[in-house]
DNA sequence: CGGGATCCCTTAGGATACTG
DNA sequence: CAGTATCCTAAGGGATCCCG
């Protein structure tokens, strides 16, 4: 029932007890973004099947990191104060991981909970401090984001329904790219690997001095 | 041969894909104390069944975490500049399952790597800045420890030959509850969950201040 | 002896279908 | 919608063997 363990008491081998078992790390990923539905969860892992994720979910709350949201009508899950605690790591991963992503394979997706940590990975508040307030309605592939920079604080929520903002793009994979500092962001638009939706395409420039994570 | 993936194209996930696999992390946790020959890294993961060992070591080189250090006459495996970066993630993991860390089984063994990286993951600078440098002997089980701290700086080797230092103990699984403070020093000697071997008592106060993980 | 490769068996993971 | 049930495959576990 719990996960296997490895035969050491050291807390490296605990978390990876507790964290470590397949598709485990990326429900929690999911679910630091907010809380979320059984079906939501499916969603934004396309791949993964019904009875691991079942199985994950009931493992994940058998050790603390996360549970079903109480005096909530509908069933919806949410991590613990003590997988709360794992953000950080988490973003920290993200944002290692990021550096090796190469090019996107076709059946590769980009969901909006894992572009929103990406993006709060990437996110450089020392930078952000120094810039105006601003927000970006950005399309990922499928994912469809309202990222507002206000100071060093960052806010990204699925952008639905009327909003306002500075700067509408769409791109893709590019996004990795434009991140990494490998394709400069004038250049992307000349390219049509970012398309401007609305606003000063120099905004651009800002979304990525925002936005940085160097191979 | 590469890592199973996830048909995400994100951070974190490509992460996973990379040191999710299970063992893996914790040959990486190894491989960041220092470089290992393949007999010692199967040592220190005593239920790991070879040929998952090789397989990991060759997984984790293909990827670019690992690599064989070059011009050594011996085969000795070491972490990249890139597995290097690892080392705040896997500290700050470490960190978040020792508290998960609960009473340890009989067949649970501590290691002296992964004793050291829990050291590391527990390590306080902001304290040990305000004390006096001081050298210490540990026996955690079966792993001898020489554990020298000087201002913020933290060296941990093991134990091995002559050295000098102010206190030498000796403990088990007891360190979880000494380092998260459920413990208080001299109350662990006084039930032998600690034995001073040589220096003043008093001087377990002061390792953990310089170790806590609070629950 | 270090550094693996091979064998066989067990268990977890994946695909799909189905149900309260 | 939120999961079970079933079947099948692939990966892990354990022991042994091999080779330079």
Same mark, same amino acid.
């Given at each position: ?29 999911? *679910? ?25 979910? @009931?493992?994940?709350?058998? &050790?603390? &990191? ?32 990021? @550096? ?7 059946? =590769? ?10 993006? !709060?990975? +990437? ?7 120094? *810039? ?44 990795? !790219? ?5 394709? +400069?962001? =004038? ?29």
């Amino acid at each position: 029932m719990a996960a296997r363990d490895y035969g050491q008491y050291s807390g490296i081998s605990r978390a990876v007890e507790l964290i470590g078992e397949r598709w485990a790390l990326l429900i929690v990923r999911d *679910l630091l973004v907010g809380p979320r539905r059984y079906g939501e969860l499916a969603a934004g892992l396309p791949r993964i099947p019904s009875n691991i994720l079942a199985a994950r979910l @009931k493992e994940l709350q058998a &050790v603390g &990191v996360i549970r079903r949201a109480p005096r909530s009508r509908v069933i919806v899950y949410e991590v613990t104060p003590y997988g709360r605690e794992l953000e950080p790591v988490v973003l920290a991963l993200g944002a290692w991981g990021f @550096k090796a992503l190469g090019e996107a394979r076709d059946e =590769q997706v980009i969901t909006p909970d894992s572009m929103t940590m990406d993006l !709060r990975s +990437a996110f450089q508040p020392r930078v952000a401090l120094e *810039l105006p307030a601003t927000s970006y309605a950005a399309r990922f592939g499928d994912a469809e984001l309202l990222i507002r920079v206000d100071g060093s604080a960052l806010d990204v929520t699925r952008g639905e329904g009327p909003v306002d903002f500075d700067f509408a793009f769409a791109t893709g994979p590019a996004i990795h !790219r434009l991140i990494s500092g490998e394709l +400069a962001p =004038q250049q992307a638009i000349a390219a049509h690997a970012v398309e401007v939706l609305h606003g000063r395409p120099a905004l651009l420039d800002r979304f990525v001095s925002t936005f940085h994570l160097a191979a």
